[in-house]
């Protein structure tokens, strides 16, 4: 099955740790995606994980992979007001397709 | 380089007019994509290219219709809109990275409403 579950709001005072966490069913995913969305505008790519590796880290990003579970999280440290918008969590479906989360709403707080 | 051109960002329809949402990509993909994006519902995947020439069916294909014109080029037409079709529409193509991941860039988004 193709179904990406992610909850859908979290608040997060600035210079806090921000984890958002996603659940994917397709045991066959060969990649891992976080992209962000800002307001008004389209996705954009922040990272992606190869389903064999459990951790990537990348400056203030690091994400978590444990494909036991099917659990997928991304880190922000230091979180600040710039990191305010919807992340979504997506897995490769096949060579073409991504199937997307519904997106995590994200507002730090001062 | 413009990436994911999308157009028109705004559009007011009523029941049953038809429009076509256009979108070109500079990048030179093979693949395209047309997504739709509801709160609460993540985006769906419409209707994709994965080549010049082929179209295929995504998850929510009903009550649309895309023409790959080029390989720059990939259009969405509603023909007769209806009100559950308001939405927020996104167009993006797709690059492999030599790690083999699939990189989506995207356009900016279309705004849809039909009354």
């Known amino acids: 099955g193709e179904d990406v579950e992610q909850s859908l709001f979290l608040s997060v005072r600035e210079g806090d740790s921000s984890v958002i966490n996603c659940t994917y069913t397709d045991s066959s995913s060969t990649y891992l995606y976080w992209y962000k969305q800002e307001p008004g505008a389209g996705l954009q790519l922040l990272t992606y994980?190869?389903?064999?590796?459990d951790m990537k880290q990348d400056q203030r990003l690091t994400v978590l992979l444990n494909k036991k579970d099917k659990h997928l999280s991304l880190r922000i440290a230091d979180t600040q007001t710039g990191d305010s918008a919807i992340y979504f969590c997506?897995?490769?479906?096949?060579?073409?397709?991504?199937?997307f989360g519904a997106g995590t709403t994200v507002t730090v707080r001062a | 380089n413009a990436g994911v051109t999308q157009t028109p960002k705004f559009q007011v329809l009523k029941t049953g007019q038809s429009m076509t949402l256009q979108c070109a990509q500079d990048?030179?993909?093979?693949?395209m994509y047309w997504y739709r994006q509801d709160p609460g519902m993540g985006l769906r995947l419409i209707y994709y290219?994965?080549?010049?020439?082929?179209?295929d069916k995504g998850e929510v294909p009903n009550g649309y219709n895309v023409s790959r014109l080029n390989k720059r080029e990939f259009s969405l037409r509603l023909e007769s809109a209806a009100p559950s079709q308001t939405s927020v529409y996104f167009c993006?193509?797709?690059?492999?990275?030599?790690?083999?991941?699939?990189?989506?860039?995207f356009g900016a988004g279309s705004r849809l409403t039909v009354l």
């Open positions: 993006a193509s797709k690059q492999q990275a030599a790690s083999g991941a699939n990189v989506l860039t």
């Open positions: 994980i190869f389903s064999n590796m």
């Open positions: 990048m030179n993909h093979n693949s």
């Open positions: 290219s994965a080549s010049e020439g082929t179209t």
């Open positions: 997506a897995e490769s479906i096949g060579d073409y397709k991504l199937s």
